[in-house]
């Protein structure tokens, strides 16, 4: 197993350690699920870590995975971070979030984008983070209310490092069951994790006897089996199967 945990710590090559003060103090937190997100930023991982540091933040993680695959972790899984929002895990919450029973993975992405329709796709928040259309990928999901928007793709490297984490966390923790996309548990609301992620993969990989039953959601959530690329006019679009 490429990491393990000491006492919550997580040791492993490319790991790194920052502490978040914000978590709560007298709440700790029952691993059950693990929730993963995009980071909706730039891909300054050292800006993200310190961001989700500082306490006018107001939001934390239990751990962020940079481009690269180097693993900051911020809190012990067993700390009450502040990730999920207003959430419901299979109908249930506590005090109107997961946070009480998740253990939180940001994954450095800049979620959706928007097409400038001058070659590049925008970060939502700032026309000073984009990328050139070829770069990203143009795609609708079922699971995802922004349409018409550009993603950028994961790398392998986090790929691996996220399913290697999962992996040594179920191992520290057996009574963790299910790995979501913050946009299950707050759907409408949330974007993330995009629709490239591999989630499907990522569960099976983590849980052997997973069964998935297209993710085990309505017609309306579901994530695409594939995707179908077609060229036209410059752009790119993505016709999803299943």
């Not at 003060?21 to 050292?46: W, Y």
């Not at 990730?83 to 419901?88: A, F, L, Q």
């Not at 959706?112 to 001058?118: H, K, N, T, V, Y």
Request: net charge negative; hydrophobic share 30%; charged share 25%.
């Amino acid at each position: 197993m490429a990491y393990s945990f000491e006492n919550g710590v997580l040791v492993g090559q490319k790991v790194k350690h920052k502490t978040t003060p914000n978590k709560n103090s007298n709440g700790t937190c029952r691993p059950e699920i693990i929730v993963i997100h995009d980071t909706a930023s730039s891909l300054n991982t050292k800006g993200v870590v310190d961001w989700l540091c500082n306490p006018t933040a107001n939001v934390s993680a239990t751990f962020v995975i940079g481009r690269d695959g180097e693993i900051w972790q911020l809190a012990l899984p067993t700390e009450k971070t502040w990730h999920t929002g207003k959430s419901k895990y299979e109908g249930f919450n506590v005090g109107g979030t997961c946070n009480s029973f998740a253990v939180g993975i940001e994954i450095v992405n800049p979620g959706w984008l928007i097409d400038g329709r001058d070659g590049f796709a925008y970060h939502s928040a700032s026309r000073s983070i984009k990328w050139p259309v070829s770069e990203v990928v143009k795609m609708d999901a079922p699971s995802h209310t922004e349409k018409g928007r550009y993603w950028l793709p994961y790398t392998p490297e986090q790929v691996i490092a996220v399913k290697e984490l999962c992996e040594a966390l179920v191992h520290s923790y057996p009574q963790i069951h299910d790995i979501v996309p913050h946009w299950q548990i707050s759907p409408g609301r949330k974007q993330d994790t995009n629709p490239l992620y591999p989630l499907r993969d990522l569960r099976l990989a983590v849980f052997p006897d997973y069964e998935s039953e297209e993710e085990d959601t309505t017609e309306e959530t579901k994530e695409p089996n594939s995707v179908t690329v077609e060229k036209e006019d410059d752009y790119t679009h993505y016709t999803i199967s299943r």
